[in-house]
T-cell receptor, first 114, second 113 residues
Framework: QQQVKQSPQSLIVQKGGISIINCAYE??????FPWYQQFPGKGPALLIA?????SEKKEGRFTISFNKSAKQFSLHIMDSQPGDSATYFC?????????????FGKGTHLIIQP | DTEVTQTPKHLVMGMTNKKSLKCEQH?????MYWYKQKAKKPPELMFV???????INESVPSRFSPECPNSSLLNLHLHALQPEDSALYLC????????????FGPGTRLTVL
């Protein structure tokens, strides 16, 4: 049973556009929702994370929107750049993101066209 | 120091070999993890160490043997692997308890012949 569903599987956006990736979760015990960015041959890098007590968090061009009632969260990349081309994973965990496993979405392959 | 380091970067081994992967962090994190990642897939959790004690083993075959010598180091001992074990092996660390996110290392690309 996949507990975090991520969409779309792949996404092509023009340079300067907004990239939007969506995730939905089932387990209401989840209380920590990070996004990871992974370039080919590299480890995932923590991009931004949110806890359910806020509805939005912004860091530079990256914004997480969180809808607790719908059990959905999304990543918005504003002014998308070719350097943002990577695979993005949403994830969720319970216990505050501590010593417990993360449940990952299946990933979104993002291509920003110049 | 906000980095997780892993050695070696690449490893090719035969099915009868014994090898070890190493991971190190100096962020004071007390939780450390091993993940396995196949191409175009998300990382899969293998093991979790919390305060140097194994807390989660996700039913990983015994040919993979983790070890946590101290709070900064994590090893993964490999023996009698199969070709299907070829993957990117990622180490990560985080604060234990109500902490922040996982910090991943660059991974070891393992090829089993």
């Amino acid at each position: 049973q996949q507990q975090v569903k991520q969409s779309p599987q792949s996404l092509i956006v023009q340079k300067g556009g907004i990239s939007i990736i969506n995730c939905a979760y089932e387990n209401t015990a989840f209380d920590y929702f990070p996004w990871y960015q992974q370039f080919p041959g590299k480890g995932p890098a923590l991009l931004i994370a949110i806890r359910p007590d806020v509805s939005e968090k912004k860091e530079g061009r990256f914004t997480i929107s969180f809808n607790k009632s719908a059990k959905q969260f999304s990543l918005h990349i504003m002014d998308s750049q070719p350097g943002d081309s990577a695979t993005y994973f949403c994830a969720a965990s319970k216990g505050g993101g501590g010593a417990d496993g993360l449940t990952f979405g299946k990933g979104t392959h993002l291509i920003i066209q110049p | 120091d906000t980095e997780v380091t892993q050695t070696p970067k690449h490893l090719v081994m035969g099915m009868t070999n014994k090898k070890s992967l190493k991971c190190e962090q100096h962020m004071g994190h007390r939780a450390m993890y091993w993940y396995k990642q196949k191409a175009k897939k998300p990382p899969e959790l293998m093991f979790v160490y919390s305060y140097e004690k194994l807390s989660i083993n996700e039913s990983v075959p015994s040919r993979f043997s983790p070890e946590c010598p101290n709070s900064s180091l994590l090893n993964l001992h490999l023996h009698a692997l199969q070709p299907e074990d070829s993957a990117l092996y990622l180490c990560a660390s985080s604060q234990a308890g109500s902490g922040g996110g996982r910090f991943f290392g660059p991974g070891t690309r393992l090829t089993v012949l």
